[in-house]
């Protein structure tokens, strides 16, 4: 694999990176040595019994690991030691809503996944990402006004080729939606190795690096904000 290679992981703890952000295809992340479906603790698998579309089951399978790998490169705990959780805002119970790192309440987390793709942060404070296929067009158009900026649904709309745009405004939405706030930092860009619209809140994203060191994005990232 050329995206997520095998290199080796700093065993002490406190000696990672401050944030790490990865995008992959699910099928790059369950052929990643340091990662395997045996890593998902036995309430994550009784979640994943429930989903009966096995392309499905893969993306969550393959975000939920690629979580771990991003928890791994911050704490510096090897893979294997990183147990995330879930808590839901709403009703307060576990096992399903945002998750989060028991061992490091000081750290965001947060993955997506899409139709054969993953993401997954990890950095200090709010975070939350998302992805989608570049080839997705959100709508309809009359609930698209209902949860995103009007003016900026308009204003993608007077453009010859309105999907992208909507696209990307989608993604940003979800973003700042996981990472809790909207006034964090929030940057979007088209990961066009994997046909990918990303996301990112509340991580530098100049500052987040994948696996290999390469540079997060392949393109000059927008400026942040809404």
Do not use: N
Not at 85 to 108: I, T
Not at 119 to 143: F, Q, S
């Amino acid at each position: 694999m050329t995206s997520l290679p095998p290199t080796p992981l700093p065993q002490a703890p406190g000696q990672g990176a401050a944030a790490v952000a990865l995008v992959a295809t699910t099928a790059e992340v369950l052929a990643h040595p340091e990662l395997d479906e045996r890593l998902l603790a036995p309430w994550e698998r009784r979640r994943l019994a429930g989903i009966r579309v096995a392309a499905r089951r893969d993306d969550v399978v393959a975000a939920r690991l690629l979580l771990r790998l991003c928890a791994s490169r911050v704490t510096g705990l090897p893979p294997d030691a990183v147990e995330p959780a879930q808590r839901c805002p709403g009703c307060g119970r576990d096992g399903h809503g945002r998750p989060y790192l028991p061992d490091h309440p000081e750290l965001g987390v947060s993955y997506s996944h899409a139709d054969g793709l993953a993401a997954a942060a990890v950095g200090p404070g709010p975070v939350g990402i998302d992805v989608e296929p570049l080839t997705r067009r959100p709508g309809p158009l009359p609930v698209l006004r209902r949860l995103l900026p009007a003016d900026a649904v308009d204003a993608a709309c007077a453009g010859p080729d309105p999907g992208p745009a909507l696209l990307r405004l989608w993604v940003r939405r979800e973003a700042l939606f996981k990472a809790g706030r909207d006034d964090v930092r929030l940057t979007a860009w088209t990961d066009h190795r994997r046909a990918a619209v990303v996301a990112l809140a509340g991580v530098d994203a100049s500052a987040a690096r994948p696996a290999d060191g390469a540079p997060l994005s392949s393109g000059p990232a927008p400026p942040s904000g809404r």
